[in-house]
């Protein structure tokens, strides 16, 4: 059972300070009169209320703001009666027809629904709550569908399905603070609240009772505070603590029914069923008698008032009071006539045109969904592909510029032993390297060279005997020798010595030391074992070299391979010999 919970009240927001209404409404904007005119209305001022609303509409029309206009005739259909109320929405439908954005026509659907709720004609609040949640899903307005979805929610409660109903509440109480002002999340606080009680969950229920009594105290809601002290009634009653729940429950209906509130409908059925328990069948059917006559003023019925008819039927009958017996089977027909109207109409469109509808968007989601991770799997798999095909490349690359690599160490190292076997030990100098390396000077290039050189002959003669000196004794491993150095060494100028080493050596003096010092290398590393265990830095200061960066550089620009893969063969060719 849905206990006085009304669909929400679109865009309400009761923080504001209570001023006098008369003295403030010209110097008052938009909002400031929107919070004004709903302070007033639900503190059952409807004069004041009514008032404020026709000023806004006024004020909206003399701007010629389409969109004010349409709240003003919002706000002035809340204080007339059925047909009055409907004109005005009506009008604010043709007022925001054209209007761009994206509030309506999802918001004039959901105020419809709720003025049919209202007027107990459910029927017609589902087709409209329905059409709201179409458009506001089309427009992609997450408030507009969260107004939606709770307004329908409220329809599950009356045909018992709390379960449900509960999840929603539950959801937009928790999740979408963004979305509901601080009336409407008091709202669905109130309504889970309710759930929890209709389906057994009293511990849950008892708990938000609780802490929202504290918080409307604190706050000195009464409106609130007296909600929450029938809720915690309801609960009692539930528990068959029928004392404590009468107590409570009296205390609410003196204020509901002093602002003719609608609460007090479901207060008195309450508050018959706790006499009921107890026995009193008096004060039970004083309180349902009671209630009958508001629910034939008001024509807004609920699917316990089942309960009450019979109850009051069984206890004329034991009265022999057919006149009041005869009355009350004829309420009691009138009144299951409407509910089983609109019990059936809810119980069988709700799933079709809500359930269903959901569950078919649910489903589509859920199929994009996996769509989507298909692609994302697709193109994840095609990706890794590529990566796998691009580093089986780079692997195949990198083994055969090793394989490669390996040929060229081969080579060099055949080539050196070739030469120390033709060369004798003691006047031999520096290996050559391997001609597929080094640059071979031919004789017509030599020649050729010779021709173009300045230095005397004998200079010439000279530096060369000195430059073979200077190989044979292998001062070119000394750190730091320029050729600056090294003419001054051979008493010459570096003019002569730079063209000698050019012409004669074919290359220029920075060339000519590195070769002498790689050639050098090359041969001693085959030769001495320990050498080769050396680590870098040592064989680069022991050619010297300043750094080790500087030897490997060289290594690798004479021979096109690093000094670990020319070690590496030759240790191989020695452990195969």
Do not use: W
């Not at 629910?295 to 008819?309: A, C, G």
Request: charged share 25%; net charge positive.
């Amino acid at each position: 059972m849905m206990k006085f919970i009304f669909p929400l009240l679109l865009f309400s927001n009761l923080i504001f300070a209570q001023r006098n209404i008369f003295d403030t409404l010209k110097k008052s904007n938009y909002p400031e009169l929107k919070n004004n005119f709903y302070h007033f209305f639900d503190n059952d001022k409807s004069y004041e209320a009514k008032i404020i609303a026709q000023y806004y509409l006024e004020k909206a029309k003399k701007d010629k703001n389409s969109i004010q206009i349409a709240e003003g005739y919002n706000l002035m259909h809340f204080n007339e009666d059925f047909p009055t109320a409907l004109k005005y929405v009506d009008s604010l439908t043709a007022v925001t027809k054209n209007v761009a954005g994206d509030l309506y026509p999802a918001r004039t659907y959901l105020i419809k629904g709720n003025l049919y709720y209202k007027y107990d004609n459910l029927k017609a609040a589902l087709d409209n709550y329905v059409l709201g949640l179409q458009h506001a899903k089309i427009q992609k307005n997450r408030s507009q569908i969260a107004y939606a979805n709770m307004n329908i929610a409220y329809l599950n409660t009356y045909i018992g399905k709390n379960l449900e109903a509960a999840k929603t509440f539950r959801y937009y109480l928790y999740n979408e603070n963004n979305i509901t002002d601080e009336y409407q999340h008091n709202q669905m606080r109130v309504s889970l609240i309710n759930c929890y009680i209709e389906i057994n969950k009293l511990d849950s229920a008892n708990i938000l009772i609780q802490e929202a009594l504290k918080s409307s105290f604190v706050n000195k809601n009464k409106y609130s505070l007296n909600q929450y002290l029938y809720l915690s009634g309801y609960s009692n009653l539930k528990q068959k603590k029928y004392k404590t729940a009468i107590a409570e429950l009296s205390k609410a209906n003196d204020y509901f029914a002093r602002i003719d509130d609608n609460t007090s409908n479901y207060i008195l059925y309450s508050l018959g069923k706790c006499y009921e328990g107890l026995g009193d069948k008096v004060k039970a059917v004083k309180n349902f008698v009671k209630l009958d006559s508001i629910i034939q003023k008001s024509n807004n019925t609920f699917p316990e008032l089942r309960e009450v008819y019979t109850y009051l039927i069984d206890y004329y009958k034991e009265k022999n009071d057919k006149e009041k017996q005869l009355y009350y089977i004829d309420r009691f027909l009138k009144v299951d006539k409407k509910l089983d109207e609109q019990f059936k109409y809810l119980s069988t469109e709700l799933p079709k045109k809500y359930d269903t509808p959901n569950l078919l968007q649910e489903k589509e989601g859920i199929i994009n969904d996996l769509r989507n991770r298909k692609t994302i799997l697709n193109v994840s798999v095609g990706f890794l592909l590529i990566i796998l095909l691009l580093l089986s490349f780079l692997y195949y690359r990198s083994k055969k510029t090793e394989k490669q690599h390996r040929k060229i160490a081969q080579d060099l190292i055949n080539s050196i032993e070739m030469k120390n076997l033709e060369t004798p030990p003691v006047t031999q100098l520096a290996p050559s390297p391997s001609p597929a390396i080094v640059q071979v000077e031919t004789e017509d290039k030599v020649t050729e060279d010779k021709t173009a050189k300045t230095t005397p002959d004998d200079v010439t003669q000279l530096i060369l005997k000195e430059l073979e000196a200077f190989e044979a004794k292998e001062l070119f491993l000394k750190k730091g020798i320029t050729s600056a150095s090294l003419a001054k060494s051979i008493k010459t100028n570096t003019t002569y010595l730079s063209e000698i080493i050019n012409t004669q050596k074919g290359k220029n003096f920075a060339a000519y030391l590195n070769d002498l010092r790689i050639d050098y290398a090359l041969n001693r590393l085959i030769k001495d074992k320990k050498f080769r265990s050396y680590k870098l830095l040592a064989i680069a200061e022991e050619l010297g070299y300043n750094n080790e960066q500087a030897f490997s550089l060289a290594f690798k620009k004479k021979t096109g391979i690093t000094l670990s893969v020319y070690i590496k063969e030759i240790e191989k060719s020695n452990n195969s010999q």
